[in-house]
Every structure is written in C-alpha cells, then in structure tokens.
C-alpha cells in the first residue's frame, strides 16, 4: 500500500481538528482508510442490521463480563457462605458459588452486570441465529461468499461453547447438572469416552479442575477467537461488498445504497445504543439465572424443569426424546447408543448440514457466477424448503426439552407429549419441507400471472360488440423487475456413461449420478420466470385487457 | 337407705360397683386427657364428629364407602388421620369432582369448622396423622438455609427449586406451592397425598419439616433480581430472550431501516 500524496503547504489544514487529522495522517497513513471506508457503499435494509444486534450484544457481554471477573473467584475450593442471602446462610458452597452470591448481593450493581451479562448472552446467539437464518433464506452464502457463511459457522459454535462454559462457571446445581449430561455425553463415545472425560474433569467428575478450566476457556479462549473470527467476518463483508435485495438497477456487480459515513455512522452507532438499552432494561428489570434458588452444587439432587439454556435446549431435547433401551453390552463393553446418537450423532448431522449448506448448493447448480443480488425465498423453493425444515426439526427438539413445562403448563400427559415428538421429528420436518415448497411455488405461479396480466383492477367493461372483461392495470417497471429478474436454475443433465467406450467402469459415474439426482430435487419443479416474447405474446393477445388505469385509458374504454 | 344397706351384701353388688367404678374412670379420663391433636384450640367432641360423619355421608359416602373402608375408586380413609382430610378438604381437592390423572386444586368447598369436623370423625375410626400445631408450621421459627439443602434433596426433583411445580407421568404432576399455607405444606408431607411420598418424622424431623417451610415460605418475597418469570427456569428466559429481547431489537432495526428508504 503506498502511503497518501505527500500534502503541499498550501493545502496544510488550519483548525485545530484539521492539524490534528493531520497529525495523524502523517504518521499513519490512516486517511487512506478513512477515505476507503467512509466511503464504502452500504444497501438500506432492516435485515441487514440483524449482524448488529449480535456484534453489539457481543460488545456488551465483554464490558459486563470484564466488571464480572474483578469479583469472580474461579475456584472450587470449599468455603461457608455467611452473606445476605438467608436461604444460603451457613451452607458450604466452593468459591464460585460463593463469589457469584457475593457479586450479586454485596457488589454495587454487581446483579445488575450478571443479569446484563447473561440475557446479552441468550440474545447473541439469538440475534447469530436470526442473522444466518436471513442469510440462508436470501442466499447470501453463494459465490463469493461461502468461506464467509463458514466463518459465520464457526462464529455460532464459538457462541454456543462461550454460552455453555460460562453458565457453568457459577457452579451451582443447575449447571452442575448440565456438566454431569456433558460428562455423559463425553463417556459415551466409544472407547476413547473414559479417558477423554477423565482428560476433562481432571479425574472423576465432577473434581476440582473443571470451573477453573471452564474460566480460561470462557475469558481468554473462546473471545479471543469470537473476536479474531468477527475481524475475519467483518473484513470479508467489506471485500465482498454488501448483497443487496433485488430490484431496479441492482445487479451482481453493483451496490445501490448510502456511503457509510454519515448515514451508517449514524444508525449503526445510534443501534448499539438501542441493542445496550434493550439489554440493560432486561437486566434490570427481568431476573434471570438466580443461581441461589438453586444451591451449590451437589452431585446428587436434580429439580424438575432442569433445563440448559435455550441454544443448548436442542440437546436436551434430542436426549429426552431418545428411547432408553439401545444401550448395549458388548463383550463387557457398553455402547451407549441412548446417549451417543442423541447427543453427539443427531447434533453433527445438524451442524454438519448447516456447515456445508453453501458447498452442496453450489455443486448441484455448478453455478460459477459471483452473486450479489439476493434471493426473494420464493424463487429458490427447494431452498427455502429445507431451511424451514431445518427450523422445524431444531423447534421440535426444542419443545421436545421443554415438554415437562408443556405437560404443566396445557394439562397434557408428559408420555403422550414426548411420544408425539418422537414421530414428530421424523415428520414434521418433510411435512413443513413440502408445505413451504408449495406455497413458494404457487407465490410463483402467481408473480408469473401478475407480471402477465397486471393487477386486477376490479373495473368491468362492456365492449360495444357486448363483450365484458376486467380492465387490468399492467406492473410498473420496477414491480416487474423484481418479478422476473431471477434465475430458474435446470436440473443438472447426467452427462456421464456407466461404462467408457472400452468397456471399462467410468469412476465418475457414481458421483455424477448422485449430483444429477440431487440437482433434480433441488430444481425439477420449478416455474421459469417471464421472458420478454411471453411478455409480448400476453400484451399481444389479449391487447384491451391490459390498461394502464389512468383517466384517458378509463375514457377510452368506457 | 335400709334399702341400700339391704343389699349391700346381695350377690350382683361387685359387678354394679366394679360396673360404677369403670364408668367414672372413663369419664374422667375423657374429660381430663390430652387432647389426641398435638393440636390446638379446637377440641374435638362427641358433637364434632357426629356433624363429620354427617356431611361425610352426604359429600363423601358415594366414593368411599358409608363406613369410609373405600370402594373400587376410592381409597379407604381408615387410619389416614385428620391431617390427610383437613389437607384434602381445605385445598378443594376433595370432594372431586371429575375424573383426572390426579385430584385437581379448586375453590374450597367447606369452611374451616366443616373441614375439622370431617376431620374429626376420620380421626375417630382409626388413629392417624394429626393436624400440626401453629407452633410446628411457623416458618419465622424455622432455618430457611437448612431448609433450602432439605428442599433441594426431598422435594425439588417434581416441586421445581423454588416450588414452581413440576410434571409427573401420565398427566400426574407436582402442584406450585406458592398459594399453599404452611400447615397444608406439613400435612402433605406426612400424609403423602396422590404421588407424594410420605416424609416420616426419621426421614425429615419436625424441626426440619419447620425448616422447609421456612424456604418455602421465603421464595414468595420475590427475586432481588426482578420479574421472576415464573421462576421456571431457563426455558421461560429463553422465551422472554426471543420475543421480548429479540422482538423489541429487531423492530428498532425495522424502525432504522425505514427511516431513510
């Protein structure tokens, strides 16, 4: 990079925060990318703030988590509790609970920070998940972004883990109990299981080690590559450029929108301000993980309604809804296949699906263009289809976590209700992948009606032959662009033969079969947006059904 | 008295005296012996339990039995004591009134005094637990930290940490006990009524049934945090994070977006 033109005398600033900038500029070159930057392009939309949530409740959860660690002690050594909390008065409890119940009670604004602390948690894996669910449904992850998409990935598990150590690091009983469905999980990987959950506790659970190492990994670790990831993120979307929602004159190669500086200054900084706000009325007002109610943690009592947090209620679920008796012993060996297919198997299906989403698309399109208009969900069904499978599966798992408090709360038989989900995880997800294919289709089928014979206008003509018809007002430019400017990819043709011409086996063969059938899933039903010639045959054929709806035309007519 | 004297040597006259003499001993026992409640202002009388027995046979004969040994449906209410009717009765579970997995909570149907007088005539079939005294149910007397360690061993794994309530199978489930009065909390815990086993005075000592309460007790001044979200656990926060949280911040984005477009 060469550094800015070397500024004349003349030119030299004369305010103060010129000479400053100045300054500044001399020694660091930084106009340069102020310039750059001030004047990147950005499209103007709600859905594209949703990142922001995350990015800003991830800034609130350093700062409240950087007041937290100047009271918390990560020990798991024993001490008695005396305090203000009477329930807890006298209890023996290890240093973190202790120190939680400390900063809590005893630290000026201590309960304030934690309950910020924890909601900012709940809503920055909520505000991740949303932003990839917009991500998904519009195709943003297709060519040039798809490493993007898998930093994204990797974002969300990096939010998942900071999530799940630091709700364990109070150490009291609830997490405790989530620690102990880990240890099992962990034990339940065939032969290496023992080993590794004696590698992670530090011994047999639960030990000393584990909330110590839980704060390393929850301070030091995980934020540091969150952060690491988030610079990764951030640089690519400026790389990239910004997608942008289709429309009049957006195409791949353009960015239609405002410059950052001051219009996104602005809103992103005046959002941050919101996203804070939010988070601390919550925190101040809503109570949430009062570890108190729960005690220190023992490993023997479990309360009803154990549950993990809402981004770890998932596992819950698909543990809760796994029938018991595919434990087997084999040769003296268990395999827990009750523990390991819910937990460890169902989870990485999921994840692995999620992680790859963009790869499997692009190979069954063999799309190669670099794409920056978004996708409207309806014009990419099979797509759309399957995010909102994957929804329903995730909700079904996720009820399925919750059906104690279902059972409670609607007076229904908690065996009827996990019975119920464990179909429902089969089915619901291909029915809710049809239902949403359908609709996305007929949405179709309808723009194609529209873009061919304008709005129904409601108004009946008599011809003076005695003919009737409506008077349909044709789209405007704009309307239609965004209706046909799409593209219906064709299934991929299986241009491979079993056997070469030799007679020998052609090793492609297999895997081009396999990406033709997957391409015929993914685009045999579809509808091909209007082309011109339709467009000309449909004003050509029926020439007085399409008015443009103005007086004259309405004279005219009638 | 020549009459008298006549016949103090008649041949019945040690079985009249011995007769005479039991039914004083009787009486003055009745009248001069601990009352059989540890219990209380209310003295149970002969008058008591015959108003029991009646309304026991106007509300409660059908299902139970005239002579209360239970039918198909109904459990005998031999030996179960007046701590397991006064329960029962004062919580509205009984007389039930529908068919359910278990005996649902609604309004009370008797007063305080129609409550003891079934209880009383219970009580009077067979002995069994009694009604607690106000002493052993005050939770001011009790330690609420020993009774949060006693909570969370005995009780939270169906009544929810702090006694939200919590599903059993097949549609049985453990209440909220919020709204229930510390003797209701102490007679469940004897008697054990639907699921709930019974907590024996070697399992939990009175002391320490005092102490539970205290807990109990102490969870309805609220959370120094806040709304308490139905004290349900991280499922009602998750929800909350969703709609509250992430509906109130995804409608600012809207509201910025718009601005400008």
Not at chain 1, 331 to 358: C, H, K, M, R
């Amino acid at each position: 990079m060469t550094a800015a033109p070397a500024k004349t005398q003349s030119s030299a600033p004369t305010t103060k925060a010129g000479k400053a900038a100045d300054y500044l500029d001399q020694r660091t070159g930084i106009g340069v990318a102020v310039k750059e930057f001030a004047r990147k392009v950005f499209p103007d939309h709600w859905s594209f703030m949703l990142g922001e949530i995350a990015l800003y409740s991830f800034i609130v959860l350093i700062l409240s988590g950087i007041f937290l660690t100047m009271f918390f002690v990560p020990s798991m050594g024993l001490t008695t509790y005396h305090g203000p909390v009477a329930t807890m008065d006298g209890t023996q409890m290890s240093e973190a609970f202790a120190s939680t119940l400390r900063l809590s009670f005893e630290v000026r604004g201590g309960l304030l920070m934690r309950q910020i602390h924890h909601w900012a948690a709940l809503i920055f894996v909520a505000a991740m998940v949303v932003h990839m669910l917009r991500i998904f449904f519009t195709g943003a992850f297709r060519k040039p972004r798809e490493i993007n998409w898998v930093v994204g990935f990797l974002l969300l598990v990096l939010g998942l883990l900071a999530g799940f150590s630091g709700y364990s690091l109070p150490d009291d009983v609830l997490s405790g109990n989530g620690l102990r469905i880990t240890d099992g999980v962990v034990k339940s990987i065939p032969i290496i299981g023992s080993y590794m959950s004696y590698m992670i506790f530090g011994g047999e659970f639960p030990g000393s080690d584990i909330i110590p190492r839980l704060f390393t990994v929850h301070v030091l670790i995980v934020p540091a590559l969150i952060l690491a990831l988030v610079a990764v993120h951030l640089v690519l979307v400026v790389v990239h450029k910004h997608t942008q929602y289709p429309g009049g004159g957006r195409t791949d190669k353009n960015v239609v929108g405002f410059p950052l500086f001051p219009v996104y200054t602005a809103k992103a900084g005046g959002f941050f301000f919101v996203v804070f706000g939010v988070l601390a009325l919550m925190g101040g007002t809503l109570s949430i993980n009062n570890v108190w109610n729960y005690g220190p943690y023992d490993p023997s009592p479990v309360s009803a309604g154990a549950q993990p947090d809402w981004y770890m209620l998932f596992l819950e679920g698909s543990l809760r809804l796994m029938p018991g008796q595919t434990e087997y012993v084999i040769g003296g060996y268990t395999l827990s296949l009750n523990v390991l297919v819910p937990a460890a198997i169902i989870p990485g299906l999921l994840f692995v699906f999620l992680a790859l989403y963009p790869f499997i698309e692009s190979w069954v399109t063999k799309d190669t263009q670099p794409r920056s208009v978004l996708d409207r969900p309806r014009n990419v069904p099979t797509r759309t289809g399957l995010g909102v499978a994957f929804i329903t599966a995730f909700v079904v798992l996720v009820l399925a976590g919750s059906n104690d408090l279902i059972a409670t709360h609607f007076h229904m038989s908690i065996n009827t209700i996990t019975w119920v989900f464990r179909f429902a995880f089969f089915i619901a997800p291909v029915l809710a992948f049809w239902v949403t294919k359908r609709i996305c289709l007929g949405l179709q089928r309808k723009d194609r009606e529209l873009v061919l014979h304008g709005h129904e206008h409601g108004r009946i003509v008599r011809t003076e032959a005695g003919e009737y018809f409506e008077v349909h007002k044709p789209l405007n430019e704009q309307e239609r662009w965004l209706r046909v400017n799409y593209e219906a990819h064709a299934p991929l043709a299986l241009d491979e033969q079993p056997y070469h011409e030799d007679g020998t086996k052609n090793r492609k063969y297999r895997s081009a079969k396999l990406r033709s059938a997957l391409s015929r899933f993914f685009y045999e039903d579809r509808i091909e947006p209007v082309t011109l010639a339709e467009l000309e045959a449909a004003h050509h054929h029926e020439p007085h059904e399409i008015a443009d709806g103005s007086d004259e035309s309405r004279q005219q007519l009638s | 008295m020549k009459a008298l004297a006549a016949r103090r040597h008649h041949r019945f006259a040690p079985v009249v005296l011995i007769m005479l003499a039991l039914l004083v001993t009787g009486a003055v026992y009745a009248a001069l012996a601990p009352s059989s409640a540890q219990a209380e202002d209310a003295v149970t009388t002969a008058d008591d339990i015959e108003h029991g027995a009646a309304l026991f046979q106007a509300n409660c004969a059908t299902c139970h039995g005239v002579d209360a040994v239970g039918k198909a449906d109904a459990p005998s209410l031999i030996g179960v004591g007046a701590a397991a009717v006064h329960f029962q009765v004062s919580t509205g579970r009984m007389p039930m009134q529908s068919n359910a997995p278990q005996a649902p909570v609604k309004p009370v149907q008797f007063d305080e005094k129609q409550t003891m007088q079934l209880a009383a005539y219970i009580a009077s079939l067979a002995p069994g637990p009694e009604i607690p005294s106000a002493e052993a149910v005050d939770p001011t007397l009790g330690d609420p930290a020993r009774g949060a360690a006693l909570f969370s061993t005995n009780c939270a794994m169906c009544h929810n940490a702090v006694g939200a309530g919590g599903a059993l199978s097949e549609g049985k489930y453990a209440p909220a006990l919020w709204n229930t009065t510390p003797t209701q909390i102490y007679e469940a815990m004897i008697t054990g009524p639907q699921s709930m086993p019974v907590f024996n005075e070697s399992n939990i000592t009175p002391e320490e049934k005092r102490d539970v309460i205290a807990y109990v007790v102490a969870q309805r001044d609220g959370t120094p945090g806040g709304e308490n979200l139905g004290s349900l656990g991280p499922v009602s926060e998750g929800l909350w994070a969703w709609i509250l949280g992430i509906g109130v911040l995804i409608g600012a984005a809207v509201w910025i977006g718009a601005k400008s477009s």
